[in-house]
């Protein structure tokens, strides 16, 4: 079943409190990292899975894109996203990303933010994304680290005491649907392992660029909790390129 809890009232609202849904990207930890990795997009056409509020699609729109869609399955991310990331190059699309269906060869960068393990079949999804972008296209996506979705409710264990212990790791090789808690809601999500993210995107003609578990910056670490980030990594940031040759005219050499 395709998973739209941030069409829910209250997660929403909860959603909304956040301080990557207050501040945008400088809000988000993993997002200096990401920023490093992500292609040059001057002139280029973009496609954003799972845009949420549109702060990525804004972002590739001021850096010079021709062109910029943005998908979600959430009324309420999109209706966000117009009020707070509009831009006369950004179109915002309502679908849920197994749905949706564009001409092999349509865009030059495809980016994703912490969206992939919301999706149940992951290769289905890159075999799509492979025939969308076009050669030597550019694929850059966050997900939730594997260490992180592997036991399921994603939370610390704590000792009687009340303080943290450690971070649970379970049933890391049963991929598949885990009952999470974000936000205090319970939220389907799919773990999969490291081996399965990286070697989807081989086995599909990718060539991988870079493989990133960022750290919160240092700036957030006095943040109540955020220092605690460190001992688990919580987001995996991975960048790919298509395989095959741009067309050029008959001038491209050999």
Same mark, same amino acid.
């Given at each position: ?83 707070? /990331?509009?831009? /006369? ?166």
């Amino acid at each position: 079943m395709k998973e739209n809890k941030y069409d829910d009232e209250i997660f929403f609202k909860k959603y909304q409190a956040m301080n990557r849904s207050q501040q945008g990207l400088i809000g988000a930890g993993e997002w200096p990292a990401m920023r490093r990795v992500l292609p040059n997009f001057k002139g280029k056409s973009i496609l954003d899975l799972g845009c949420g509020y549109g702060w990525h699609c804004l972002y590739a729109a001021q850096h010079g894109a021709k062109s910029v869609i943005g998908t979600d399955i959430s009324e309420k991310m999109l209706t966000a996203a117009a009020e707070k /990331n509009s831009h /006369n190059k950004i179109e915002y699309r309502l679908c849920a990303m197994e749905d949706l269906d564009f001409a092999e060869d349509t865009f030059d960068v495809i980016i994703s933010s912490l969206a992939f393990h919301y999706i149940e079949d992951f290769s289905a999804l890159i075999k799509r994304i492979g025939a969308w972008l076009k050669p030597q296209g550019k694929l850059t996506f966050s997900v939730e680290h594997p260490v992180f979705t592997a036991y399921g409710n994603q939370d610390w264990y704590y000792g009687t005491d009340g303080n943290i212990e450690h971070f649970p790791v379970d049933r890391y090789f049963y991929e598949g649907k885990r009952e999470a808690v974000f936000l205090g809601e319970q939220v389907t999500k799919y773990h999969r392992t490291l081996t399965t993210y990286l070697n989807t995107l081989l086995e599909n003609g990718f060539e991988l660029k870079h493989v990133i578990e960022p750290q919160p910056p240092e700036r957030m670490l006095d943040i109540p909790g955020m220092a605690d980030e460190m001992r688990r990594p919580m987001m995996l940031i991975v960048s790919a390129q298509k395989g095959g040759y741009a067309k050029c005219g008959g001038s491209c050499y050999a």
